[in-house]
C-alpha cells in the first residue's frame, strides 16, 4: 500500500517537471498537472496542498539526495583539499550539466528577476550546494592548500555562471563550442568532460599557491 502510494506520488511529480519545464511556474495549474497525471484534484491536493507545494516536492525529490552527495565529499576528512575540489566538480558537472524538465523549470524560476517567497526558497535550496563549494575552498585556505589572496565569492560566479551561460543560453552556447549543448549524447561525451577539465585547470591555476608547482 505503501509502495503504491509513492508510485503514485512519483508518478505525478514526473508530469508537473514536464508542466513546468513547458509552461513555467506561472503558467503551470493544478489542474493541468492532475490531469496529466490522471488523478482528481482531491488527490493531488492531498499530496502537496497547493501548486507550491508540487513544485516544492520536486526539488526535495531531485536535490535532496544531490546535497547529500557534496556534503560528504567536503565533510571527507580522509582527503585533502584539491582532492575534495575535484569530486566535487565531477560530481557538480555529472549533475547539472542536462537539458533535463527539472533543470529546465528550475533555471526559468531562479533567473527570474521579481523576488517572491517561491523564489527565496529555491534559493535558500540551492544555496546549500553554494556553501559546500565556498567551505572547500575556505577550508584550503585555512590550511595553505590555496592562495589566502583568493576571492571565493567570484569563484562562485565562476562556476555556476560558466553553466549557466551554457546550458541557458544554448544557440549562443552551441555556436560558440561548435556543437549543441542540448544534445544528450553531446553532454555525456564531449561537453562534460571538456567543461570537467576546464574548470579543474582554471581553478587549480588560481588557487595554487605562489611557487608551488606541485599541485
Sequence with gaps: MEKDKTDKKDHILDVAERVFAE??????STRMISGGAGVNMAMLNYYFGSKEGVFL???DRRISNFQAVLLSIGNDESINSWEKLDKYLDNYI???VTNSCFHIMLNREISKSKK?????QITDIMMKNVNVFLNIISEGIRKGDFN???DQQLLVATIFGTKNYI???PHISSKVLGYDVLDTDVQNNLLKPRFKKYMKTLLKAYLQNENDNNK
Design 23 to 28: 509552461q513555467g511556474y506561472d503558467g503551470a
Design 57 to 59: 516536492a520536486i526539488f
Design 94 to 96: 555529472d549533475k547539472v
Design 116 to 120: 517572491t517567497d517561491l523564489t527565496d
Design 148 to 150: 589566502k589572496d583568493a
Design 167 to 169: 546550458i541557458n543560453t
